[in-house]
């Protein structure tokens, strides 16, 4: 895969500077309105980033991860607004299976995780594309990733598939400070 934990964790804040060697697997999302962009890919980053920071330190031995490491909106639990919605579009898509702050944690078992993050870009209007290093696999294990698209906000959740790296380099990166990204 695509580096190691730290080139991982310096994708998630500022865009990649060189372009990935082989295909990407590619997540089509919706969100509501265009508005939502923006807020949407700094959520999904944020997630992210909270796991692959668990991995980096996490007991995978023990009962319980520390939550504390997740965003403050995505502990909310079942009660909160963000989580029913998440749940009701995620058991549309997926069916009934509900996910826990806990199993978001875990999924990030360094053993276990079959991808790893590259990017979310805008491709117009309220759609985005989310794009990870599944080693050229059109088929592996992400439920976790869809579960995050959907608790950050995600409407509708299409793919994965493989994309060419070169339609990566034309579009631009959401979710980050303008004056860290480069024109890829």
Same mark, same amino acid.
């Given at each position: 895969m695509t580096g190691t934990v730290e080139e991982e964790l310096g994708r998630l804040w500022v865009r990649p500077m060189v372009p990935p060697v082989g295909p990407l697997a590619v997540f089509h999302v919706e969100v509501g309105r265009w508005e939502e962009v923006e807020c949407f890919a700094r959520r999904v980053r944020g997630l992210v980033a909270a796991g692959v920071e668990i991995s980096r330190h996490g007991d995978f031995e023990l009962d319980q991860l520390?939550?504390?490491? +997740?965003?403050?909106?995505?502990?909310?639990?079942?009660?909160?607004?963000?989580?029913?919605?998440?749940?009701?579009?995620?058991? +549309?898509h997926r069916g009934e299976e509900e996910w826990t702050a806990q199993d978001i944690l875990f999924s990030f078992e360094p053993k276990q995780r079959r991808w790893k993050w590259w990017d979310v870009t805008l491709l117009g209007g309220n759609l985005l594309q989310v794009w990870v290093d599944s080693l050229g696999e059109p088929v592996f294990a992400c439920d976790e990733l869809r579960w995050i698209l959907y608790l950050s906000g995600a409407h509708a959740v299409v793919g994965p598939s493989l994309l060419s790296p070169d339609l990566w380099g034309h579009e631009r990166s959401a979710g980050i400070d303008v004056g860290s990204a480069s024109s890829g």
């Open positions: 520390p939550e504390d490491v +997740l965003p403050a909106w995505a502990r909310g639990g079942d009660f909160s607004e963000v989580h029913r919605d998440a749940r009701l579009r995620y058991s +549309l």
